[in-house]
Every structure is written in C-alpha cells, then in structure tokens.
Nanobody, 126 residues
Framework: EVSCRRLGGGLVQAGGSLRLSCAPS????????VGWFRQAPGKEREFVAG????????SYEDSVKGRFTISKDKDKNTVYLQMNSLKPEDTAVYYCAADRNVILSSMRDSRAYDSWGQGTQVTVSS
C-alpha cells in the first residue's frame, strides 16, 4: 500500500509549482520502483516519472523532462515529485505506484505496479 499527497494547493496558474509525495504504508521503499502516473479526463493513464529506490535511477516522460524532478528522501522514506513550470496540459489526477518486481524496461508500464495511491488532483489554469 502506498499513499500519495499533494503538498500545496491543487489549483495553480501556469508557470507555477507543486510538489507531490508518496509514502508506503507500514513498509519501506527499499527494493522498490516508485512511479508517478497521471490521468486526464478522457485519456489513458500515462507515465510521468519513476525512480528505482536502491540505485536512484530515474526516468521521465519526455513532456516533463526539465520541469519535473522525482527524488527520494531516505530518512522520511518518501518519494517526491517536484513539478515546476506547470502547464495547463499537466492537469490530471496524479497517482503514485510502487512495486518490487518492476524491471527497468517496464518502469513506464502501469500494469507493472501492484500498489497504487489514491490519486490527487492537479489543475493548472492558463
């Protein structure tokens, strides 16, 4: 089980920033891959960013590269998604997901993850 939280308001203007957090329930992320996905109305869920906890290896969807940063805090056992320079097209429900058995080639595939957070709405106004 994982839980995701939005740190800050869910409605921001274009160019603004938000940070999302993801933490496990009663476990650690050691050995896990943690991914962030998003789903906009009428669209399929898509990969945003992922991190392999042990190695720190990260991966990003092309449209967020240079704007979003996924990171981990070992002391807090938490993964963050810092979102800067937000655009209206970033508007979506954001989910974090985690799984021990995600291989590198599957990091972007939502079907590879068993544990999902409840999702949090991010709305970017133009």
């Amino acid at each position: 089980e994982v839980s995701c939280r939005r740190l800050g308001g869910g409605l921001v203007q274009a160019g603004g920033s938000l940070r999302l957090s993801c933490a496990p329930s009663g476990d650690t992320f050691r050995g896990y891959v943690v991914g962030w996905f998003r789903q906009a109305p009428g669209k399929e869920r898509e990969f945003v960013a992922g991190i392999r906890w042990n190695s720190g290896l990260t991966s990003y969807e092309d449209s967020v590269k240079g704007r979003f940063t996924i990171s981990k805090d070992k002391d807090k056992n938490t993964v963050y998604l810092q979102m800067n320079s937000l655009k209206p097209e970033d508007t979506a429900v954001y989910y974090c997901a985690a799984d021990r058995n995600v291989i590198l080639s599957s990091m972007r595939d939502s079907r590879a993850y068993d544990s999902w957070g409840q999702g949090t709405q991010v709305t970017v106004s133009s």
